[in-house]
Nanobody, 117 residues
Framework: QVQLVESGGGLVQAGGSLRLSCAASGSIFGFNVMGWYRQAPGNQRELVAEITARGSTNYAASVKDRFTISRNNAQDTLYLQMNNLKHEDTAVYYC???????????WGQGTQVTVSS
């Protein structure tokens, strides 16, 4: 059982930046897909960005060119660099790690990101 712990959320003004981290209790080497999801009040959880074990990335259209996902297998940590934040980025951000793309995988507890306009 792997535990994922997110950190780095907070309150930031529009146009600002935050860097989220997701630390795993064990090795992330075996997770073929890791990603960041977010859920705003009243909305469904949505994919923000994902990265494969080979380093291929995929972004939601709304964050492309503003957010960057990366993973450090040596440190068992997933990151999300968020630049030029907008009010609509306000949400709870969750880390996810999957062995197979169709498996539900493991989830973190979430970290709140609030962007003031």
């Amino acid at each position: 059982q792997v535990q994922l712990v997110e950190s780095g959320g907070g309150l930031v003004q529009a146009g600002g930046s935050l860097r989220l981290s997701c630390a795993a209790s064990g090795s992330i080497f075996g997770f073929n897909v890791m990603g960041w999801y977010r859920q705003a009040p009243g909305n469904q959880r949505e994919l923000v960005a994902e990265i494969t074990a080979r380093g291929s990335t995929n972004y939601a259209a709304s964050v492309k060119d503003r957010f960057t996902i990366s993973r450090n297998n040596a440190q068992d940590t997933l990151y999300l660099q968020m630049n030029n934040l907008k009010h609509e980025d306000t949400a709870v951000y969750y880390c996810n790690a999957k062995i197979g793309r169709l498996s539900p995988g493991y989830w973190g507890q979430g970290t709140q990101v609030t962007v003031s306009s």
